[in-house]
């Protein structure tokens, strides 16, 4: 339990912190289903641009601080990879 008025602002302003970061982790991993498995379809117009969707909102978590560029790169080079084998 918070002490004072300033952790007590902390507490509530953490609790909107998470369920944004929640909601926005929950959105890149939808981004990155979709991809995969427009990959795993065969359709190449299809997966290239839910690739670019899943880029673009991959890239925003890491400016959002959300997610480290290692690891965002991590998912992209991965996706571009599945897409490059589709060719």
């Not at 991809?35 to 997966?47: F, I, L, P, R």
């Not at 890239?59 to 060719?87: P, Y």
């Amino acid at each position: 339990m918070a002490n004072t008025k300033s952790a007590e602002k902390a507490a509530r302003q953490a609790v909107k912190h998470r369920a944004r970061n929640i909601t926005l982790r929950s959105r890149s991993r939808s981004a990155i289903r979709k991809a995969v498995d427009a990959v795993a379809s065969g359709n190449k117009t299809e997966a290239t641009t839910s690739y670019r969707a899943a880029a673009s909102v991959v890239d925003s978590l890491v400016n959002k601080g959300l997610v480290h560029k290692n690891k965002a790169s991590r998912h992209k080079a991965r996706l571009a990879a599945r897409l490059k084998k589709l060719k």
